[in-house]
């Protein structure tokens, strides 16, 4: 799939290995048992929803409940329609915490705020900005390091504050936002196309 997305977009030849680094920090996250936070704003936002929603139901592949599991959902007619998740959140979407956090904190915390709550040793933050200094994803990431969460940045040709706070960082090679996005979409389609694979291919 890796190779697949270079043959699309030659022009993220320069970003492969570290797209395959994410790979490898997402299936070790997963194996043992965490779960990934993903943010960012604006379109970097709807993105961080769009990868939750790759993640926690079926992409490309189905991921039928089986045994033991589904044989317990007797009350559920449709229960064999349920799919088994990969655990993630969109700190994006959380719209009654994060008025809340700025109302009472400020809009600079409204990811650190919630890493802090959400985070655990071993989980996985993805942050996502096209200029690498939207300050409240910076936080967030800074904020996910002393609590022995892993870090994920995607950014533009700059990278920004973001790369001093990144594990891995996918640093895509164009500066415009718009453009920016349009390289972050195929990006992370193929990293959770291979995540999939990997857990549910049998």
Not at 118 to 138: A, E, H, N, Q, R
Request: charged residues 20%; proline residues 3%; contains cysteine.
């Amino acid at each position: 799939m890796l190779q697949e997305l270079i043959g699309r977009y030659p022009d993220l030849a320069p970003v492969a290995s570290d797209v395959e680094s994410a790979f490898d920090v997402l299936v070790a996250m997963y194996a043992r048992g965490g779960k990934l936070l993903v943010c960012g704003n604006g379109g970097s936002a709807a993105d961080s929803d769009h990868i939750v929603g790759e993640l926690m139901k079926g992409m490309c592949m189905t991921r039928p409940l089986k045994g033991e599991r589904l044989a317990q959902l007797t009350n559920i007619p449709r229960a064999n329609r349920l799919q088994q998740g990969l655990p993630a959140i969109s700190l994006s979407a959380q719209t009654g915490l994060m008025t809340a956090i700025l109302n009472d904190q400020g809009g600079d915390l409204i990811y650190a705020q919630q890493v802090l709550g959400y985070g655990k040793t071993g989980d996985v933050l993805w942050g996502i900005s096209t200029s690498g200094m939207s300050v409240d994803v910076v936080y967030a990431l800074e904020v996910a390091k002393t609590l022995g969460v892993i870090t994920i940045g995607m950014t533009g040709k700059r990278g920004g504050a973001l790369k001093a706070w990144s594990d891995v960082l996918i640093q895509v090679p164009y500066e415009l936002t718009h453009e920016v996005q349009e390289r972050h979409l195929p990006i992370y389609h193929t990293l959770c196309r291979m995540v999939e694979q990997e857990f549910f291919s049998s």
